[in-house]
């Protein structure tokens, strides 16, 4: 069986013909001797991509490595070469044209060629030889006729020498009839086994298709998983993907799993299309991140490469930061909070807790015991542009900034933590605080963002801070045009925040002389975090591996890609001069004092300039109008306070005046002249107050207006 692969061994590249008419070269890795074939593989877009061709097909594209199909001569009658036969062979091999057999030959995959039967082939010559006496009809035959009357006057044969000439030639006919044979069998028995797999098919499976058609893909992978061995490379901004395994609602309805990590950076979605014709069929999107990991990873894992080589930056006088992002149910809070067994959660075994732990391992060592460090812990919430307590019964605190234009929030309550099981108790108080009116964990943090930070002081001051985050839902981020209010509060607000936190870690990576940080309040909390030369981020994107999540994935894994692309560009590095921000039309529906008069409205014209895929003029305007009226929300109940303060001394001051007309001579003009004054204040200051909640009805109406006419198609969720 060796002489039928002719030239062919294992490691010579030839040429092959690819499904779409392609002709390029590829490797010989192996010989398959039971069905006369070969298996080659090449590379195409750094995959290494492989098929089985029958040798027939080989031979035709590539006849220099063809075995001699010559019968032996004999020793009494050598056949002299046929001159015809030759100058085709001689043809064939200098241009390298296709063989007459491959017209016939198909060049698709065995594995995957059509279930129609194929025509059988005119041209081929019979194998039985006509007799001497009949005419010749076959090309072999008249030629070999037309030799024998060439050399007849020099070498006159006789009658059974001719014919014995005729048989010996029509061996390769024989030849090729039984390749031809063997073709239509293998074929037969491709067809049989497609027919055994059709009837094995589990069609409870609703894309059992896409379930094949992922299988195939994924099995021509050559997996290299992230493994403890390799190495925790430094990066001042790092970003990485979590993939989930699939959950028992998705194994219920017997989702798919579309999401594979082949390598320790890379993530493939399997995204299930369908052309003009109804064909199903994936396409295969490609990111590349830091690190992937894939549903077998575990929180330790995960911290080992993300958020443990920010544990000594906040010893150097530091700020880290670690965010979660990713939709609702992708896994944010079981990676920063912990494990969940039902509803309660394991807050050892999250991040939070682990990032602790090695935070007074450190401050066992020598370098860092000397200098008397007090750590500190502080839990708390944004939900809908507002700060929430989680450590003080979610008691509502203000952010304000000071004169050194620090950004301060008030009635924060730090707690000093000795050990970790210290910092255990304050996530269990906060986790409770955060899901106490909820059905599930995820309900309320696809609402809010949590943000749990450890503080190192010496004697006081700041030595450094460690921000971890377990971010909104990125999902809600569309909900921007609910008919409720406070859904669309909720949407607004995590929209903004995430595009603000994007912009900021793009002006961390750069080194921009400006950060956005006063467009959002989740990036004003933070704005330490993102301001100075020894900070660091990590982003963890949780996914879901599920087809039904497939949007929310692909929208996650863009959103990570662009916040690593921008910064592992250095040709695209911004030279410090901050952008002119050019105005919208549609904010001259707005007041233009308002517009003019503060730094958070210029952050946020700068946002969303620099986002103008994801937010449109109607939807920016929709911002404004929100952060108009978050704004006079806040000054309407601080002036209320204010009144309601002053109606006390009022009553105070009241009720000394009715106290006096008891008596019996008592001065008519000063209680009059009093009670006017008292009254002439009130009516100043309510009528004051009285102004500022029409205006701010005004801004209710412009918000729900404003609502109204975002366009349905942008943005999309980020």
Sequence with gaps: MASAFGKIVVGTYVEIKRSDGRIHQAMVTSLNEDNESVTVEWIENGDTKGKEIDLESIFALNPDVAPDEEIAPSPETPPPPTPTSVKVNKIAKNRRTIAPIKTDTPSRDNRVVSTRARPPQPQQPEPAPPPPSQQPSQPTQAQTQQQLQNESSHHPLSRKEIGQLSRRKSNCVKEVEKLQEKRERRRLQQQELREKRAQEVDTTIPNYEIMYMIRDFRASLDYRPLTTADLIEEHRICVCVRKRPLNKKELTMKDLDVITIPSKDVVMVHEPKQKVDLTRYLENQTFRFDYAFDDSTTNEMVYRFTARPLVETIFERGMATCFAYGQTGSGKTHTMGGDFSGKNQDCSKGVYALAARDVFLMLKKPIYKKLDLQVYATFFEIYSGKVFDLLNRKAKLRVLEDGKQQVQVVGLQEKEVKCTEDVLKLIEVGNSCRTSGQTSANAHSSRSHAVFQIILRRKGKMHGKFSLIDLAGNERGADTSSADRQTRLEGAEINKSLLALKECIRALGRNKPHTPFRASKLTQVLRDSFIGENSRTCMIATISPGMTSCENTLNTL??????????????????????????????????????????????????CEQNEEEVSPQLFTFHEAVSQMVEMEEQVLEDHRAVFQESIRWLEDEKVLLEMTEEVDYDVDSYATQLEQILDQKIDILTELRDKVKSFRSALQEEEQASKQINPKRPRAL
């Design 558 to 607: 863009r959103y990570a890609n662009r916040v690593k692309e921008l910064t592992v560009d250095p040709n695209q590095v911004i030279e410090g001069v901050r952008p002119t921000i050019h105005a919208v039309n549609q904010l001259d529906l707005l007041d233009e004092d308002w517009l003019s008069s503060s730094p958070q409205r210029d952050d946020l014209k700068l946002l």
